[in-house]
């Protein structure tokens, strides 16, 4: 655990072989009280930066976020599609990768610099980027959905418009992809592991982890 000015929060996925969080035993009445508290003070001070590889969850577990948290969810590549006035395969295979990232982090400035606090999904590359991590540091909190190779692959197989994945081995690339993105993820404020359990169980964990964040 860390402190609220940049310390990080880490969370495990529990060993047990339910599907589902266990749920606690009955407080006393002062513990219920301060939990009531701890609860009712969840007021995003600043946006809350998704962060991690394709698969991870970012997008459905952000959008139930934000509807818990009462505040709005965006999507870093459906603001960038809609300025660019293209899909993301297409401004990678038009355009090239390096017009993608200069817009992604171009994006991402104007989302923490306009915008009230919210739920903000980024792409996998967003947080690779110095300037973007410095600026994310700045003016946002970041929380990195780790996932292992299995399940990212398992998610990521279901669909076709992954340009990063369109090579002679998938899980190969995804393999190196964690090896090269993982320890600069390790930087953001929290980690929350998800793995193959009802989506539920994913946000309320990612609910708790954030509040235990922001009450330190």
């Not at 006393?28 to 991690?52: D, I, N, W």
């Not at 600026?135 to 398992?154: C, F, M, N, P, Q």
Request: hydrophobic share 40%.
């Amino acid at each position: 655990m860390s402190t609220a000015s940049g310390a990080r929060v880490d969370v495990a996925e529990s060993s047990g072989s339910g599907s589902a969080l266990a749920t606690p035993a009955s407080p006393c009445p002062e513990a219920a009280a301060q939990s009531t508290t701890v609860q009712s003070a969840t007021v995003l001070p600043r946006t809350l930066v998704l962060v991690g590889l394709m698969g991870a969850g970012k997008s459905s577990i952000g959008r139930r976020l934000a509807q818990r948290l009462g505040v709005d969810f965006v999507d870093a590549d459906s603001e960038i599609e809609t300025a660019a006035g293209r899909t993301i395969p297409e401004i990678f295979e038009e355009l090239g990768e390096a017009t993608f990232r200069d817009g992604e982090r171009r994006v991402i400035r104007r989302l923490l610099d306009d915008r009230t606090p919210h739920v903000l999904a980024t792409g996998g590359g967003a947080f690779m980027a110095d300037d973007t991590r410095a600026v994310i540091r700045d003016k946002g909190l970041s929380l990195w959905l780790k996932a292992d190779l299995d399940t990212l692959y398992e998610r990521v197989a279901r669909r076709s418009n992954r340009p990063l994945l369109k090579t002679a081995d998938p899980k190969e690339t995804l393999r190196g992809l964690m090896a090269t993105r993982y320890p600069v993820y390790a930087e953001a404020d929290i980690v929350v592991e998800t793995r193959r359990v009802p989506i539920e169980a994913t946000v309320e964990k990612v609910y708790q982890a954030l509040v235990a964040h922001l009450n330190q």
